[in-house]
């Protein structure tokens, strides 16, 4: 298959995305009944931000030609572990691999295992060729190389059975924010996005901000309310009520607008429904110290403007591998 057949079938794609036909917004009800995080504005999202930054046609084009594509790659069979924490995770790992021209054979988390499959298909309907190029196997085995996303447990496997072969193994991570105390309230409501959206399930969720000493937290909090309705969300609310308690026995203090939790902590993970946040004496001295900590995906305020942490471009790699050129050296 040429490059500019795949192209055009990307394309397509992006138009049926676009079209929301029946048979799509089913899909989409299907899989938010078989995992509770997956929300049908979660899903909404994470297709917008597909159809927005993946498959437009300008930036697919721009970042096509950065990597000088062409017809003459040498297919591999590329084996693809996705996880499944948010909505089509796994879905630029699919795009890299169908773009440079490699076969690929993808093990879908049980947590989202009908969105991704739905769109192959309808790929398979538009063009039968695609047959040869994406699989789906409940596990992987003979592959060329492999892509492996996964909690730092998996990652142990993952790196002791795809050891022999080109790889990339990608562990726990999580997402900061610094605060300079003069953020308006319209800022603080796009932070409020990029510590909620996903339930705070993705690994670009702030899950720890950096706040000067004596900081106002009242606004922020306010800030929240927009999600207030977290708290009628029963697996949410699970989590909200069980780290609280953990608060109250353990007489810390807290605060709370009655659906997320902020307590002070040197971690920089913090579980869901809880936000964890530290004070700085000096700006530079506090980001120098988050700087090329390896479990930080981005950090908001700085590397990305508030709002934008969940909306990644399609050079903006997990763990900052870039991994269409490593598919371009195999």
Same mark, same amino acid.
């Given at each position: &298959? =040429?490059?500019?057949?795949?192209?055009?079938? @990307?394309? =397509?794609?992006?138009?049926? !995305?676009?079209?929301?036909?029946?048979?799509? %917004?089913?899909?989409?009800?299907?899989?938010?009944?078989?995992? $509770?995080? *997956?929300?049908?504005?979660?899903?909404?999202?994470?297709?917008?931000?597909?159809?927005? /930054?993946?498959?437009?046609?300008?930036?697919?084009?721009?970042?096509?030609?950065? #990597?000088?594509?062409?017809?003459?790659?040498?297919?591999?069979?590329?084996?693809?572990?996705?996880? $499944?924490?948010?909505?089509?995770?796994?879905?630029?790992?699919?795009?890299?691999?169908?773009?440079?021209?490699?076969?690929?054979?993808? =093990?879908?988390?049980?947590?989202?295992?009908?969105? !991704?499959?739905?769109?192959?298909?309808?790929?398979?309907?538009?063009?039968?060729?695609? /047959?040869? +190029?994406?699989?789906?196997?409940? &596990?992987?085995?003979?592959?060329?190389?492999?892509?492996?996303?996964?909690?730092?447990?998996?990652?142990?496997?993952?790196?002791?059975?795809?050891?022999?072969?080109?790889?990339?193994?990608?562990?726990?991570?999580?997402?900061?924010?610094?605060?300079?105390?003069?953020?308006?309230?319209?800022? !603080?409501? =796009? @932070?409020?996005?990029?510590?909620?959206?996903?339930?705070?399930?993705?690994?670009?969720?702030?899950?720890?901000?950096?706040?000067?000493?004596?900081?106002? *937290?009242?606004? !922020?909090?306010?800030?929240?309310?927009? #999600?207030?309705?977290?708290?009628?969300?029963?697996?949410?609310?699970?989590?909200?009520? #069980?780290? @609280?308690?953990?608060?109250?026995?353990?007489?810390?203090? #807290?605060?709370?607008?009655?659906?997320?939790?902020?307590?002070?902590?040197?971690?920089?993970?913090?579980?869901?429904?809880?936000?964890? +946040?530290?004070?700085?004496?000096? *700006?530079?001295?506090?980001?120098?110290?988050?700087?090329?900590?390896?479990?930080? %995906?981005?950090?908001?305020?700085?590397? *990305?403007?508030?709002?934008?942490?969940?909306?990644? $471009?399609?050079?903006?790699?997990?763990? $900052?591998?870039?991994?269409? %050129?490593?598919?371009?050296?195999?």
């Amino acid at each position: &298959m =040429k490059l500019q057949n795949r192209i055009e079938l @990307l394309l =397509k794609l992006r138009n049926y !995305l676009l079209e929301n036909p029946e048979e799509w %917004q089913n899909i989409k009800h299907t899989a938010s009944i078989y995992n $509770g995080w *997956f929300t049908p504005a979660f899903i909404d999202l994470a297709v917008a931000n597909i159809i927005d /930054q993946f498959l437009d046609k300008n930036k697919l084009t721009e970042w096509i030609n950065h #990597y000088f594509l062409d017809d003459a790659v040498v297919s591999k069979n590329v084996g693809v572990v996705m996880a $499944g924490n948010i909505p089509l995770v796994g879905f630029h790992d699919f795009l890299c691999v169908f773009v440079s021209g490699h076969v690929q054979t993808i =093990k879908l988390s049980s947590k989202d295992d009908v969105l !991704l499959k739905h769109l192959v298909t309808k790929m398979i309907d538009w063009d039968a060729g695609i /047959q040869n +190029y994406i699989f789906f196997a409940p &596990m992987l085995k003979g592959c060329d190389a492999y892509i492996a996303t996964g909690s730092n447990n998996s990652a142990r496997y993952f790196d002791y059975y795809f050891s022999k072969y080109p790889s990339i193994i990608r562990k726990n991570r999580t997402s900061v924010a610094f605060l300079k105390g003069d953020e308006s309230a319209e800022m !603080l409501e =796009k @932070l409020s996005d990029d510590i909620h959206t996903f339930f705070g399930l993705g690994c670009r969720n702030v899950t720890k901000i950096f706040v000067p000493r004596e900081y106002d *937290f009242v606004p !922020l909090l306010n800030a929240f309310y927009r #999600y207030k309705y977290f708290a009628d969300h029963h697996k949410y609310r699970n989590n909200y009520d #069980y780290n @609280l308690s953990i608060q109250i026995m353990n007489n810390r203090y #807290y605060m709370t607008n009655e659906s997320t939790l902020l307590v002070e902590s040197d971690a920089i993970f913090s579980p869901i429904s809880q936000l964890n +946040y530290s004070f700085y004496d000096n *700006f530079e001295t506090a980001l120098a110290s988050v700087k090329g900590n390896e479990t930080l %995906q981005c950090i908001a305020g700085y590397d *990305f403007p508030f709002g934008k942490v969940q909306s990644p $471009g399609l050079t903006d790699y997990a763990d $900052g591998l870039d991994t269409m %050129q490593f598919l371009l050296t195999l």
